[in-house]
């Protein structure tokens, strides 16, 4: 299967368990890998049989700026049904959310998780 990157994405917004975190906010950064058949639009060069990359980080934009919500994994849920939902040519997504400064204590560059979804059959 072919696949779809958008890397490196960066947001703002208001996610986490502790209420600093939903009051004060911070950094999120997202990467998206999308699994499709790029043949048709590679062999044609028409955007209506590939997906429009501004239009995945749209979508992750407004999830990650949007409502807030205590887990990564909810977040992460969120970006991979919308993915799926935005384009039929999409058969999978896997979705990494990094938090690059969790209120934890230590010394560390980052906390994250990634789940891959698939449409269903």
Same mark, same amino acid.
């Given at each position: 299967?072919?696949?779809?990157?958008?890397?490196?994405? *960066?947001? +703002?917004?208001? $996610?986490?368990?502790? =209420?600093? /975190?939903?009051?004060?906010?911070? *950094?999120?950064?997202?990467?998206?890998?999308? /699994?499709?058949?790029? @043949?048709?639009?590679? %062999?044609?060069?028409?955007?209506? +049989?590939?997906?429009?990359? @501004?239009?995945?980080? %749209?979508? !992750? /934009?407004?999830?990650? !700026?949007? =409502?807030?919500?205590?887990?990564? =994994?909810?977040?992460?849920? *969120?970006?991979?049904?919308?993915?799926?939902?935005? #384009?039929?040519?999409? %058969? #999978?997504? !896997?979705?990494?959310?990094?938090?690059?400064?969790?209120?934890?204590?230590? $010394? +560390?560059? #980052?906390? @994250?998780? =990634?789940? !891959?979804?698939? *449409?269903? %059959?």
């Amino acid at each position: 299967m072919d696949k779809i990157y958008v890397n490196g994405m *960066r947001f +703002y917004g208001y $996610h986490g368990v502790f =209420e600093e /975190e939903n009051r004060l906010g911070q *950094r999120f950064n997202i990467d998206l890998v999308c /699994e499709m058949d790029l @043949a048709p639009a590679g %062999q044609t060069d028409n955007l209506d +049989y590939g997906v429009s990359y @501004a239009g995945l980080y %749209q979508l !992750t /934009e407004e999830i990650v !700026t949007g =409502e807030p919500v205590n887990l990564l =994994e909810t977040l992460g849920e *969120r970006i991979a049904s919308a993915v799926l939902a935005h #384009s039929e040519l999409i %058969q #999978s997504v !896997t979705v990494k959310v990094i938090k690059p400064d969790p209120p934890i204590p230590g $010394h +560390y560059d #980052s906390v @994250a998780i =990634e789940m !891959t979804r698939r *449409r269903a %059959q």
